[in-house]
């Protein structure tokens, strides 16, 4: 058998070596085929005008490698399966087609979660962007959290580890408990804390665990969208109550029984979007009708950090006698949404099963973080920068109100400015949000309607307008900006 192989004498490369790649590149290549047999060491080094001790040296390492097989007294053959074929078997078989998604079986969750809108409009990219959300990330003590991420690191390696505080960091519920205590006057322990990932994952786990598909939920209206959300993709029957000026009109609501209503969303601090704080009063009757009707209050007690002005009104949780509210809070806007830390406030009987499907959903968040917040809230940091982020977020709120005012004058009228980091504006104009957004980004400014945070929309020239992330400069150009668009316009 003849075999055509190139042998070049004066390459650096020994003449065994080059004969080894030739043989197995002929093998790869389907040139010399699986069971195919070769010329005999003699015949071959003849052929080539080699020694036979070079072609031995050769077939004796592809031997090794799995790509020739002898058989005594019959010679030398390729191998029927070929280690290439085996290793790169997965990258080698040509792939499946991907079935198309309608032939996908869905579960009841997925083609809930299918059907739900997607999220509005993509953010335009703006100079100035009024959107909503951000801390004022120049202000955040970076060296500080640095310094201590460092130290924990150093101190000891547990936090390479998988956690065995399903709850979360031990330390860190202390510290958030005693912080709740003090702050908010929250009743709790320790021991009734579940760290989440976030107020998003707090919700997701309080569906799972509390809610079966058409069980009733009420909420503000407007309200929290990603909430909202969550309840949908649960399969959760949806009953908006409004608001106004003293938060969620409870008499509204006093109308349903717990066989309606298993549960209510409310935002008490700050009620999102409108700004609204929870009367007392209301806050007395919401208490009474849960505990009349054995319904849930869950309370996230979003921007409740952020006062101006006013008395802090002590938390839901803390006025209720009979365990029935669920209190939620995030680490979000008082330090930065990617830190992901958020607590849940649970009656002492819920806490393994929440524990548990939270260890099941995704073991534990990041055991670092979790020691640095530790230490920052009982080292006093963070009381420490909320205190100098209400002054900085008061003179920008300051700035924004009464700037619009100066600009709008009676076209404009302004809502919720008494706490947390937006406020809501409600514009007089004949122009659809749409195109006050189009023409805003025209300027260079990024605006957000309030629409989105309807269950159903029915007013227009409602926008969100948070400050935060803006200088006081950046306030007075954003808004002279949007003077120019012409508001009564057609
Ligand atoms: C009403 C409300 N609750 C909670 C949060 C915080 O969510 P998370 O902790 O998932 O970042 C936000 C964020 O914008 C919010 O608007």
Not at 166 to 174: A, C, I, N, S, V
Not at 201 to 209: G, H, N, P, S, Y
């Amino acid at each position: 058998m003849e075999l055509a192989i190139a042998l070049d004498s004066r390459s650096s490369l020994p003449l065994h070596r080059q004969l080894y790649d030739e043989l197995r590149r002929a093998i790869l290549s389907g040139r010399l085929v699986p069971r195919q047999q070769l010329p005999s060491s003699r015949f071959l080094a003849k052929s080539l005008g080699i020694s036979r001790t070079t072609v031995t040296q050769a077939y004796e390492q592809l031997l090794s490698e799995g790509y020739l097989d002898t058989v005594v007294g019959a010679g030398t053959f390729v191998c029927d399966q070929l280690p290439e074929d085996l290793l790169f078997s997965q990258a080698i078989a040509p792939s499946p087609p991907h079935p198309e998604p309608e032939t996908i079986q869905l579960s009841a969750y997925g083609e809930r979660l299918a059907r739900l809108e997607t999220t509005l409009q993509p953010e335009l990219q703006t100079e100035i962007s009024f959107r909503y959300g951000r801390p004022a990330f120049d202000q955040f003590p970076v060296q500080l959290w640095q310094k201590l991420l460092s130290r924990h690191c150093r101190h000891d390696t547990r936090w390479l580890d998988y956690s065995t505080d399903f709850q979360g960091y031990e330390p860190l519920r202390q510290a958030i408990a005693r912080y709740l205590c003090r702050s908010r006057a929250v009743q709790c322990t320790s021991e009734q804390i579940l760290i989440t990932n976030g107020t998003q994952q707090a919700l997701d786990l309080i569906m799972r665990l509390l809610i079966n598909p058409g069980e009733g939920i009420a909420l503000e209206e407007p309200g929290y969208l990603s909430a909202r959300r969550i309840f949908l993709s649960h399969g959760a029957q949806l009953f908006p109550i409004s608001v106004d000026r003293s938060g969620l009109i409870v008499s509204d609501l006093i109308q349903y029984s717990r066989q309606q209503v298993k549960l209510v969303y409310v935002t008490p601090s700050h009620q999102f979007p409108t700004g609204a704080i929870l009367s007392l009063p209301r806050r007395l009757e919401l208490l009474a009708w849960a505990h009349q009707t054995g319904a849930l209050i869950l309370e996230d007690d979003y921007d409740s950090e952020y006062r101006y002005g006013d008395r802090p009104i002590p938390a839901l949780q803390g006025l209720d006698s009979q365990a029935a509210v669920l209190y939620m809070g995030s680490f979000s806007k008082v330090l930065f949404p990617a830190l992901r830390i958020g607590y849940l406030v649970l009656s002492p009987p819920l806490v393994p099963l929440f524990a548990r499907a939270k260890w099941l959903c995704d073991r534990h968040l990041p055991v670092l973080d979790q020691q640095v917040l530790a230490s920052f809230i009982d080292e006093g940091y963070l009381e420490r920068h909320l205190r100098k982020m209400r002054l900085v977020y008061d003179q920008r709120r300051q700035a924004l109100v009464q700037v619009l005012q100066a600009t709008f004058g009676e076209q404009v009228s302004i809502v919720g400015e008494r706490a947390g980091l937006h406020l809501m504006v409600r514009f007089q104009t004949s122009l659809s949000d749409q195109a006050i957004i189009q023409r805003a980004a025209e300027q260079g400014v990024g605006l957000m309607s309030a629409q989105g945070q309807y269950l159903q929309p029915t007013r227009s020239g409602e926008f969100i307008f948070g400050y935060s992330e803006l200088t006081v400069e950046q306030i007075k150009s954003g808004i002279q900006r949007l003077a120019q668009i012409g508001l009564s316009n057609q």
